[in-house]
């Protein structure tokens, strides 16, 4: 069976792909509702979905990392990054504190069953979705010291 | 039911593609064609140095495919899951040979959602209910059966379920019924204007499943109910949850339904907190007694990878709700040793060793130092603070004939405790540094039998790029414990070449245990490449026996060693 798999990802793959964000809501830490696709939706303003956790040392260095340069990339290109926490409930609670903690300026939404991951097929995080007119335009799957410098150069081409 | 939902989506693509043939000239929609793909493949190599043989089929891996397909308001979609030749060794044994795991159809529009075939669900904090997958874990616990969410207006949003709960490629035998209501009362109290906001939820949660007894002294259909708030005034937040299950037969340490020993069960959490511009605490109180929600009441028992007879429940297979322990979640390898499960229902192993579920809290602090400032420096610092404790119900216990009556304030033995430190700065463009401090207390006599432990554990690691995107990061950790295999040590050195190469080493060594066979190491090596929406893995070496832990779940795995390729995409 896994050798019919393969090949038919692949063409999937190179025929299809997920264009759209997904309709889903999932709630701010002010606990309203948000639509990822409808509420994100400026033309021709580019959205950075960025998926984190509270215990993913990789997405908070990433975070971190854009932070420093989130006013440049602000000021230079008309665009908005939505961190978003995967923390189920275990540590969903630590997801408040730690963003003031750490000075984030970055609007956070709550996927708290995974719905939306889920939705994207996100399997690890950090994981990125770059959305601009609503369309998906780049995926970045992973972090590594640096790559925020390559995802910059990505959303100055959109 | 997954025949038919196979033959609707040939049939919605053959449908399209006549439409396209009919309409070539029009532009239109064609719908949309997404999901993605994991493959998680080892090969176990004999390793008598952890006295590993290997298995007799030493190449096993667990696959899995996600394809859905939405048009206008209609979504349907399938997860074909392939464990082949077998799953990987300490994965859920039901998780067996090819075949479709989850299957769904899905309408949904401003204010309707109905669902057909698989779903995932958590009401609240999911105490009562949480439906939802897990691959690193090996859970699924989707809910086969339909559901239909209604929210008449953006304030309120209405749920209801029925269904019976995945385990393997079947389901367990409980009917699950199950309704919520969020309701925000924002804007009718006008407190958005003040910068507040409350809002409340409700939920119900009833299992039924025939019983066997003669003479049941409880009902078939067990009632579960909970009640949530949540508040916040500018940097003030205070939320709340309230649960209650009807009287249940309780489950013994072999995994037998007693009709004799019958309790109630509830749970109550309490969180507030203050947060505002650098600086952020955090308070969670909860007391659970008897809140273990399983979709069958006793537990399946079958034999894992290597013949020993396991419980459905060592799996995680057939739980229906979700009580996370509540602790920081560490990250280095040591401090992920001693790691708490809640237990938050009732076991009896020994009369000196019952407990009806648990109570206690945590605290968390976070704090930014700004820049410029003396401790701040020219970057900033980071702290970061967690208080952990978790105790026994006291109260009155008696073995045999097992009974408790517990109280609901107070402390009883201390179950786990663990209180951290962590400071993280940048000292330079190119330098980064943190280091950990950890104090933990773990009374395994409650868990497994074994000797309670203490245990410190401190942690340091360093970061340096050599260009904008090529860097080198150490870690290096020591644990000192009083008991069980005692001392540790431990390193990582990870290599990042550019934004798509990255290479890891890392080793930790039992030195101090009491025992020579156990002072071994566990040397893996590995890499990752990723691009785009590809990311691929290898890794060479040993794994720890013990809990592994993803996100808020943790589950036992036995020790073993090979070589692991994980490759995921999606499209």
Redesign the interface.
């Known amino acids: 069976?896994?050798y019919i798999?393969l090949p038919?990802?692949f063409i999937?793959?190179t025929?299809?792909?997920?264009?759209?964000i997904p309709?889903i809501s999932i709630k701010n830490l002010?606990?309203?509702?948000v639509n990822v696709s409808e509420d994100f939706a400026e033309k021709d303003k580019i959205y950075v979905f960025s998926f984190w956790?509270?215990?993913c040392?990789p997405c908070i260095r990433e975070l971190e990392a854009i932070k420093e340069d989130y006013t440049k990339w602000s000021k230079e290109l008309n665009m908005e990054l939505i961190a978003i926490s995967?923390?189920?409930?275990?540590?969903q609670?630590?997801v408040?504190?730690?963003?003031?903690?750490?000075?984030w300026p970055y609007k956070i939404l709550l996927d708290?069953?995974?719905?939306l991951k889920?939705?994207?097929?996100?399997?690890?995080i950090p994981y990125t979705v770059v959305v601009k007119n609503q369309k998906i335009r780049h995926?970045?799957?992973?972090y590594?010291?640096?790559?925020e410098?390559?995802l910059y150069e990505a959303l100055k081409a959109l | 039911m997954k025949y038919f939902l196979l033959l609707f989506l040939c049939f919605s693509f053959a449908l399209i593609a006549q439409n396209e043939n009919e309409e070539e000239s029009k532009k239109k929609d064609y719908g949309n064609l997404y999901g993605g793909f994991e493959t998680n493949s080892q090969l176990y190599l004999e390793d008598s140095g952890l006295n590993f043989e290997q298995p007799d089929e030493p190449f096993r891996s667990n696959n899995y495919l996600y394809l859905n397909y939405n048009y206008k308001n209609w979504t349907a979609g399938v997860q074909i899951e392939s464990y082949e030749p077998n799953a990987l060794l300490n994965y859920n044994p039901q998780f067996k040979g090819t075949d479709l795991g989850i299957y769904y159809l899905d309408y949904k529009d401003s204010k309707f959602q109905a669902t057909l075939g698989h779903f995932y669900e958590q009401f609240g904090s999911g105490i009562l209910l949480r439906a939802w997958e897990d691959r690193a874990l090996g859970i699924n616990s989707a809910i086969r059966g339909g559901r239909i969410k209604y929210s008449p207006n953006s304030n309120i949003n209405l749920t209801g379920l029925y269904g019976k709960q995945r385990s393997g490629f079947g389901v367990t035998n409980g009917d699950i019924y199950g309704f919520d209501a969020d309701i925000f009362l924002g804007d009718w109290l006008n407190l958005y204007e003040k910068n507040k906001d409350l809002s409340i939820g409700l939920s119900y949660v009833g299992r039924y499943e025939p019983l066997a007894f003669e003479n049941p002294n409880f009902d078939e259909l067990t009632n579960a109910f909970s009640f949530r708030f949540d508040f916040i005034s500018n940097s003030f937040y205070l939320s709340g949850e309230a649960s209650y299950k009807d009287e249940d037969g309780v489950v013994d340490s072999l995994g037998n339904l007693s009709n004799e020993f019958v309790e109630p069960g509830n749970a109550f959490q309490l969180n507030f907190g203050y947060s505002s511009l650098n600086y952020g605490i955090d308070i969670t109180l909860r007391r659970v007694e008897n809140m273990r929600v399983l979709s069958e009441r006793e537990p399946k028992t079958y034999p894992n990878s290597f013949g020993d007879l396991n419980s459905s429940l060592d799996f995680l297979d057939g739980i229906l709700n979700f009580v996370p322990a509540l602790t920081k979640q560490h990250h280095s390898q040591l401090s992920n040793i001693n790691v708490y499960q809640s237990l938050n229902g009732v076991s009896f192993v020994d009369p000196e060793l019952m407990s009806a579920g648990e109570t206690g809290g945590q605290i968390d602090f976070f704090y930014t130092f700004p820049k410029d400032s003396t401790i701040g420096g020219k970057y900033g610092t980071n702290i970061s603070i967690n208080l952990a404790s978790w105790y026994n119900l006291p109260g009155n216990y008696t073995f045999n004939p097992p009974n408790y009556d517990v109280n609901f304030l107070g402390i009883g033995n201390k179950f786990f405790q663990d209180y951290s430190i962590e400071v993280t700065k940048k000292i330079t463009e190119d330098w980064r540094i943190g280091a950990s401090y950890i104090d933990q207390f773990m009374d395994y006599r409650f868990i497994d039998g074994r000797d309670p432990v203490n245990a410190d554990i401190i942690v340091a690691d360093a970061t340096y790029n050599f260009t904008e995107t090529q860097s080198v990061r150490l870690e290096l950790e020591k644990m000192w414990s009083t008991a069980n295999r005692k001392d540790w040590i431990g390193g990582t050195l990870e290599y990042n070449l550019n934004e798509n190469y990255s290479f890891y080493v890392w080793d930790i060594y039992n030195y101090g245990s009491d025992k020579p066979e156990e002072r071994v190491h566990y040397l893996n090596l590995g890499g990752s490449y990723r691009k785009g929406r590809y990311r691929i893995a290898v890794n060479y070496g040993r794994q720890r026996g013990g809990l592994v832990c993803v996100g808020g779940v943790c589950r036992f795995v036995p020790e073993s060693s090979g070589f692991t390729l994980s490759l995921n995409t999606s499209f």
């Open positions: 069976m896994k798999l038919i990802i999937f793959q025929t299809f792909s997920q264009e759209t309709n002010k606990n309203k509702s956790a509270t215990w040392v995967t923390d189920d409930s275990r540590t609670k630590r408040r504190p730690m963003v003031n903690g750490k000075n708290e069953n995974q719905e889920r939705a994207l097929s996100i399997v690890n995926v970045v799957n992973g590594s010291q640096g790559a410098n390559e």
